[in-house]
């Protein structure tokens, strides 16, 4: 299917998964809404879309405020086209402390990012979808919704939330033309992993170690590849796949079917 005329929307594409989802759904036809809360790395995510000839258009905005977020949704309906794709990419990992060290604010907003924009978005988007007759939603999760993490229980906490909206609003929408689905990335290399790296190690304890390790050993994965599994979600109309996770490893599946 080509999907040209239709325009994805990702959040958090200023660097990491976000920017090479961004380019490898321009390099597969779509136009691309970059969205973002800081200008400067969205115009360099447009840089690299436009060399390869695609069309985009640079959203910032804060998906935390519901505000933003319809302004945001409005503007690309205005400019490019309505949203027929939504990746809930962004994302923010602290407060990287034992939960009664945290900062509640930090805590908060934590959980305004990870969780109540993806909300927002899918609240503004999905009347939009309907009204195209098709849509598609893929919820960035982590494997940290399954797992117990020290010093990361917002970010556990947030993605957890994130992948039991996706099931429920899949439940929601079983009489609609929308699909949602959360993808596990796995451990990647990113500007976040680098960040949790540069944390104090005395905050971090032996959590660091584990990171340092992965990133010594080159374990964390290539977030180009992770990028091709978002494409392959977007192109695809199957009401099979909604409310379920993928990974890396449905790839090839994917595209076979």
Request: hydrophobic fraction near 40%; glycine fraction near 10%.
């Amino acid at each position: 299917m080509t999907h040209g005329v239709e325009t994805a929307l990702v959040t958090g594409a200023g660097r990491g998964l976000g920017r090479r989802a961004a380019v490898e759904l321009a390099r597969s036809g779509w136009k691309v809404a970059l969205n973002g809360r800081s200008r400067s790395p969205l115009e360099e995510t447009a840089g690299e879309i436009e060399a390869l000839g695609g069309e985009c258009l640079v959203a910032e905005g804060d998906v935390s405020d519901p505000q933003q977020v319809a302004a945001v949704v409005e503007r690309i309906a205005e400019s490019l086209s309505p949203v027929a794709v939504l990746v809930n990419n962004a994302a923010r990992i602290g407060p990287a402390r034992f939960l009664e060290d945290a900062d509640p604010a930090s805590w908060s907003e934590t959980l305004a990012v990870n969780l109540h924009g993806p909300q927002a978005l899918c609240r503004e988007v999905l009347p939009l979808m309907r009204q195209q007759g098709r849509g598609r939603i893929v919820n960035v999760v982590s494997g940290l919704a399954w797992m117990a993490f020290p010093r990361f229980n917002a970010y556990c906490t947030s993605k957890a939330a994130l992948l039991q909206m996706t099931r429920c609003l899949a439940e929601e929408l079983k009489q609609d033309p929308v699909q949602i689905m959360a993808l596990d990335p796995g451990v990647m290399d990113t500007g976040m992993q680098a960040d949790i790296r540069s944390l104090d190690p005395e905050q971090l304890g032996s959590v660091r170690e584990q990171f340092l390790e992965m990133h010594n050993k080159g374990m964390l994965r290539d977030p180009g590849d992770v990028a091709e599994l978002v494409v392959a979600l977007a192109g695809r109309d199957a009401e099979k796949d909604s409310g379920e996770t993928f990974a890396l490893r449905d790839l090839d599946n994917l595209r076979s079917g």
